[in-house]
């Protein structure tokens, strides 16, 4: 979860994730979540496939985010995430402390 709302279709949000992850990009893709548009982001950080998914959303940005085991064949890993994104329900209440 990201506090602020940030736009994921940016070349800066993708360059930022990049950075901050070491991965590099194999494939973007939009992406619904819960009805709501956003973007999948499949990486491969050496033989580890990861995958996130960013969705904006007026009080922040949703960020799901997975990194599988090496593999010689990343696309069984990236739908795991996918099986994640399609179980998100975003008008569910929130409980906490």
Known sequence: ???????????AFAEG??????AELADRATVWVDG??????????GERPASVW????????LVLAWR???TEDPV???LT???LAALVD???PVEGP
């Open 90 to 92: 975003l008008d569910a």
């Open 54 to 61: 960013a969705v904006p959303l007026d009080s922040g940005t």
């Open 76 to 78: 069984g890993a990236w």
């Open 36 to 45: 709501r548009p956003g973007v999948r982001f499949a990486l491969l950080a």
């Open 81 to 83: 995430t996918r099986v």
């Open 1 to 11: 979860w990201l506090d602020q709302p940030s736009d994921p279709t940016t070349p």
């Open 17 to 22: 994730l990049l950075a901050g992850s070491g």
């Open 68 to 70: 599988g085991p090496p």
